[in-house]
């Protein structure tokens, strides 16, 4: 077996046991409100974090290219109250167009 398979079944029973442990506490633990806030916020930073890295970085470099032009489209037609489907494709069309006139 690999050192891959190895680190894939390792980590799928790391999530799993953490899940379980995520059962097993107590509910007036959990219903605090600081605890609350935030489970409520990290998902939220967390995909935020996501989204920043994924849009202005290439490997270990920083780089403004047509991804940070489409999220600014995207963030756009959000605030525009646009539909979902709409805004994934108004950033797509953007960074299409934008790459198509050259600014990779």
């Known amino acids: 077996m690999s050192m891959l398979w190895i680190a894939v079944i390792a980590a799928s029973v790391l999530s ?3 899940k379980w442990l995520g059962y097993q ?3 007036d633990a959990l219903d605090r409100p600081r605890i609350s806030r935030t489970t409520t916020l990290l998902p939220i930073a967390l995909l935020g974090a996501l989204v920043a890295t994924q849009t202005a970085t290439s490997g270990t ?3 403004l290219d047509a991804r940070l032009a489409a999220l600014g489209v995207a963030v756009a037609l959000l605030l525009a109250r646009a539909p979902f489907l709409v805004v994934v494709i108004g950033a797509a069309a ?5 790459r198509a006139l050259g600014w990779a």
């Open 94 to 98: 953007a960074a299409a167009v934008l």
């Open 25 to 27: 506490a107590p509910p």
């Open 16 to 18: 799993f046991g953490q």
């Open 61 to 63: 470099e920083i780089v």
